[in-house]
């Protein structure tokens, strides 16, 4: 039975920001010994938590050198490409970081064949976490974004993505912007010990509630309904914006 969601809504995006580098922190505190392992999300959000982990209040408080480094979807262009996932984080917090190449492990979203590089990410992914199918690796703590269209990572309404049970990581089609992607299976984000969902703009408002408030409203329509982690955490960061459409009673942190 997935555990219920936990939902923090924020004053402002700048506070978001502050709340998952926050949640980023506590959640390397609790792991103490070994690889702590994240998966990234792309999109536009993510800068703004980049910018609060590489700032005074939180640089100092993250044991970057046990951070392993994945991508919970990536582009199909190549890592410089200023549409590139890998290229979002190598800006944000790679470089300023100085984080060795041999933390990350990249999409190749330069390969013109998707589904091997696909296939290639996911044997990556198990001998990276020494687990064979049909196991699921589990990562410490992936961060995830929110469409408009209520899809999240790669994982499109609509796509034959969202029905896969047995693999890890496949490739999908995007209805806009860099259309071919790699991205993580529903199946494979259940099994993380905690999923972080931020998500900031009126304009996400509606899909936000699709996904959290209307039950009759189908996966295959709002893909990030999918996502329940079995075991882990599912923790939704908001503005209030991109929350005004809640009926739900909500944590507010100023
Ligand atoms: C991607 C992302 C995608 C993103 C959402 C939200 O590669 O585009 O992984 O799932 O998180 O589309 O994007 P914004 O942060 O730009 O609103």
């Known amino acids: 039975m997935a555990a219920a969601r936990e939902i923090c809504v924020s004053d402002t ?31 536009t959000t993510p800068r703004q938590l980049y910018a609060q982990l590489t700032g005074p209040q939180c640089v100092g408080r993250v044991p970057w050198s046990r951070l392993e480094f994945y991508f919970g979807d990536e582009r199909c262009v190549p890592p410089d490409h200023p549409e590139s996932n890998f290229h979002l984080a190598d800006e944000g917090l790679f470089r300023p970081l100085n984080i060795p190449l041999t933390q990350i492990v990249r999409m190749e979203g330069e390969d013109r064949h998707p589904e091997q590089a696909a296939r290639r990410y996911e044997e990556l992914l198990r001998q990276r976490f020494a687990i064979a199918s049909p196991h699921w690796p589990a990562f410490d ?32 089609e995007s209805p806009r912007g860099v259309r071919q992607r790699l991205t993580f299976t529903a199946p494979l984000i259940n ?36 996502i329940q982690p ?14 005004s459409q809640l009926t739900m009673p909500t944590q507010i942190s100023k």
């Open 13 to 43: 995006d700048l506070i978001v920001a502050r709340e998952v580098a926050e949640c980023f922190i506590r959640s390397t505190e609790q792991k103490a010994h070994g690889p702590f392992r994240i998966a990234l999300s792309g999109g």
């Open 141 to 172: 703590l992936i961060l995830l974004g929110l469409g408009q269209d209520g899809h999240t990572a790669s994982l499109f309404p609509g796509s034959s993505a969202l029905q896969e049970t047995v693999r890890a990581v496949v490739s999908s």
């Open 191 to 226: 099994h993380a010990l905690r999923v972080v969902f931020t998500v900031t703009g009126r304009d996400k408002a509606a899909a936000v509630r699709s996904v959290l408030e209307e039950e009759t409203v189908d996966a295959g329509q709002y893909p990030a309904k999918l």
């Open 230 to 243: 079995m075991e882990g955490r599912c923790l939704w960061y908001l503005d209030r914006a991109a929350a």
